[in-house]
């Protein structure tokens, strides 16, 4: 099946820092990938939508200065946090789906700490 | 917009079956999945359903879709101790349109 992985897998900043997450299909070109923000004991909260090639689309609520979104191939997208505070503490999860294909395939996630 | 609901906690006894449940209210679905997500971990796809299927079995997985009702079900049969984890249920209206997830429901085995 498609793989995608996520990179790094954990990370631990200090507060004001900056971090970049990448998600990568392994396997297929992904068209669309879509990043989603776990808070614990919670389910997933789509942040954007990425399209290969144009900006991406964030949902209401999510600061795109803050989170900086980039879809610059079809096998690779990056979410930058940036100047990260302690409340950006969270679970990152994408997710990626070709235009072939009638689902999405998800990154194992990035365990993000701000202390 | 969508909707997936789904209880919240699940306690069953090792050995019992396990029926977790979610309803959604997209009518234009096109899969239905359950995904597992083990403390620490990301999320695991243990299944899916395509939306013009009533039921798939896979293993101890069984899924059954009522689409009538918008009601989908996940039976694990012969539940151990690490089939403990969160269950979301999600629902798919096309490839480039993001999943909707329910909140997921903990499910504890007992010894």
């Known amino acids: 099946g498609a793989v995608v992985s996520q990179h790094p897998s954990r990370v631990i900043c200090k507060s004001g820092t900056s971090v970049k997450i990448e998600c990568r299909s392994l396997?297929?070109?992904?068209?669309?990938m879509f990043w989603y923000r776990q808070f614990p004991k919670q389910s997933l909260m789509l942040m954007a939508t990425s399209n290969e090639g144009s900006k991406a689309t964030y949902e209401q609520g999510v600061e795109k200065d803050k989170f900086l979104i980039n879809h610059a191939s079809l096998t690779l997208s990056t979410l930058t946090v940036t100047s990260a505070h302690p409340e950006d503490s969270s679970f990152y999860i994408c997710s990626a789906s070709s235009s072939a294909r009638e689902t999405q395939y998800f990154g194992p996630g990035t365990r993000l700490l701000v202390l | 917009g969508e909707d997936v609901e789904q209880s919240l906690f699940l306690s069953v006894r090792e050995g019992d079956s396990s029926v977790i449940n979610c309803t959604y209210t997209d009518s234009s679905s096109t899969y239905l999945y359950w995904y597992k997500q083990e403390p620490g971990a990301g999320l695991q796809l243990l299944t899916y359903?395509?939306?013009?299927?009533d039921m798939k079995q896979d293993q101890r997985l069984t899924v059954l879709l009522n689409k009538k009702d918008k009601h989908l079900s996940l039976r694990i049969a012969d539940t151990q101790t690490g089939d403990s984890a969160i269950y979301f249920c999600?629902?798919?209206?096309?490839?480039?349109?993001?999943?909707?997830f329910g909140k997921g429901t903990r499910l504890s085995v007992i010894a």
């Open positions: 999600a629902d798919l209206n096309s490839g480039n349109t993001p999943l909707v």
């Open positions: 359903i395509f939306s013009n299927m």
């Open positions: 396997d297929f070109q992904a068209t669309t």
